[in-house]
């Protein structure tokens, strides 16, 4: 096989990072955890692999609501000498506008949709005005009409569409079924992956509405945060004995995806 058919065979690989909760303070600590250093250990590590294309960052960057904090992120990535492109949206901790304004150069993009030759991945806001998830009727609309038919879709969004047993919930999407309704109009969509629950998931999701011609399925993938993994047997927040986390995606020529969650 010549070289060019090894790279048409080759998958998309791009990283998904979130839940950094960072301070003002360069050394401060999230229940216990030095939550810098655990995204410098993550950024680091995605540094290391060669296959890894770009990162998407699914948002709650802050934990303090502080402009440093923003500041803090930005000066991880100079520091580490990231070059790949680094796309996000804001979680429910952040503010857009700051996220806009501290991501204004290289190597952060603003884009939300991210095209390859068998893919395309959306990255969709689901920020509203309290911890819980919102999918506005716009960003509902636009998933469908940018989806591009010929392509498998992955959607990133922060807060996860699906319940996952545990306090989170009660901060979780609220509108669930107008953006279940929207996704199964679109037969495309592969998977979702999302931020917001601290740890790393896979469940399905049977859609059989009238959109869902062929009674498929779709997988939510959850994100390992960089700060601190949840506890699900406690109500509230509480860090598990784990490292930090990431989750690597592959998106296939074929339309396959495969994904593995990595904790440092």
Wanted: glycine share 6%; with cysteine.
């Amino acid at each position: 096989m010549n070289n060019s058919a090894q790279l048409n065979n080759r998958p998309v690989t791009l990283a998904q990072i979130s839940d950094c909760h960072l301070f003002s303070d360069a050394n401060g600590l999230h229940h216990g955890h030095d939550v810098l250093a655990n995204l410098k250990n993550v950024l680091l590590s995605i540094k290391q692999n060669p296959y890894i294309e770009y990162i998407v960052f699914t948002g709650d960057l802050t934990q303090d609501h502080s402009e440093q904090s923003y500041q803090n992120f930005v000066n991880v990535i100079k520091e580490l000498a990231i070059e790949i492109p680094v796309y996000y949206l804001a979680g429910n901790h952040d503010e857009p506008e700051l996220l806009t304004h501290y991501f204004s150069e290289l190597p952060f993009s603003s884009d939300t949709t991210i095209n390859h030759n068998h893919w395309q991945v959306q990255l969709i806001s689901s920020k509203s005005d309290t911890p819980a998830g919102f999918v506005s009727e716009q960003a509902l609309t636009n998933l469908q009409q940018v989806a591009d038919e010929d392509k498998q879709q992955l959607i990133m969004m922060h807060h996860h569409p699906i319940d996952v047993g545990y306090f989170i919930d009660k901060h979780g999407l609220k509108n669930k079924s107008k953006f279940w309704q929207s996704i199964e109009q679109c037969d495309n969509i592969t998977a979702i992956a999302c931020g917001h629950v601290h740890g790393a998931m896979q469940l399905n999701k049977a859609l059989t509405g009238q959109g869902s011609r062929d009674n498929r399925s779709v997988t939510l993938y959850t994100c390992p945060a960089t700060s601190i993994q949840f506890d699900p047997e406690l109500e509230g927040v509480s860090a598990l004995n784990l490292g930090p986390g990431y989750r690597i995606f592959n998106l296939h020529p074929d339309g396959q995806l495969s994904s593995d969650a990595v904790y440092l």
